[in-house]
């Protein structure tokens, strides 16, 4: 069957570290995956997408990786600050023409000072 | 920045009443979706939208469900006779574009309570 898996425990880790996601996938051929963060009670925003012929992305001080053998991307987010604090939702899409994304469960990133 | 704008931000509806979720899409986008999250569980497609038709559904998505543009700016979601399982916040979301290259943008959602 068709799965994404995203870490299901929050991961801890203080201020000024690098923060690193998971997002694994079986039974997909993504064209291309995007990462999304979500506060509580609000709606997802879009953060990076990566295509599946890229193997990273960066803006800032994130960075997206996309290895298409592993079937899994990697979400850093280095320097990482309170306002960091939420969670991150992997989506991906098998190019239907639209953006009929699947997603993630989401992991819930706790930064501390 | 433009943003996706929905109302109300929370609906409570008894089980077998209508409701309609509204959702007014960044203007300039030509592409709307419909989104829903039960609490604690992932996002989960229901329904794309373009050039006034239904572009894609997911399962989900049975005859209950209609969406609509009823005018040059509004985006509506209709569930006719409401279920428990129903209740879940519901996300609109909008791209310029149909392809990889216009990521969506949502708006903060309609929670929906069905008792």
């Known amino acids: 069957s068709q799965k994404i898996e995203q870490n299901s425990e929050a991961l801890n880790i203080q201020e000024g570290k690098t923060a690193t996601l998971t997002c694994n996938y079986t039974n997909y051929s993504p064209a291309y995956l995007q990462w999304y963060r979500q506060d509580p009670g609000r709606g997802p925003v879009f953060l990076l997408l990566?295509?599946?012929?890229?193997k990273e992305k960066r803006k800032e001080r994130l960075k997206v990786t996309f290895d298409t053998t592993l079937k899994q991307s990697l979400f850093h987010i280095t320097a990482s600050q309170p306002a960091d604090s939420a969670t991150y939702l992997c989506a991906l899409d098998e190019d239907t023409g639209f953006q009929k994304l699947v997603f993630g469960t989401g992991t819930r990133l706790l930064v501390s000072p | 920045e433009p943003e996706v704008t929905q109302t109300p931000s929370h609906q409570v509806t008894q089980m077998g009443q209508e409701v309609i979720l509204r959702c007014v899409p960044i203007?300039?986008?030509?592409?709307f979706y419909w989104y829903r999250q039960i609490l604690g569980q992932k996002v989960e497609f229901l329904v794309s939208?373009?050039?006034?038709?239904?572009?894609?559904k997911s399962e989900i998505f049975d005859d209950q469900f209609s969406v609509e543009r009823p005018d040059g700016s509004n985006f509506t979601l209709k569930i006719r006779s409401t279920k428990l399982e129903d209740s879940a916040m519901y996300f609109c979301?909008?791209?310029?574009?149909?392809?990889?290259?216009?990521?969506?943008?949502f708006g903060n959602g309609t929670r929906l309570t069905v008792t």
């Open positions: 203007s300039n986008h030509l592409y």
């Open positions: 939208f373009y050039n006034n038709e239904i572009s894609e």
């Open positions: 979301a909008s791209t310029k574009g149909g392809a990889y290259n216009s990521p969506l943008h």
């Open positions: 990566i295509r599946e012929n890229e």
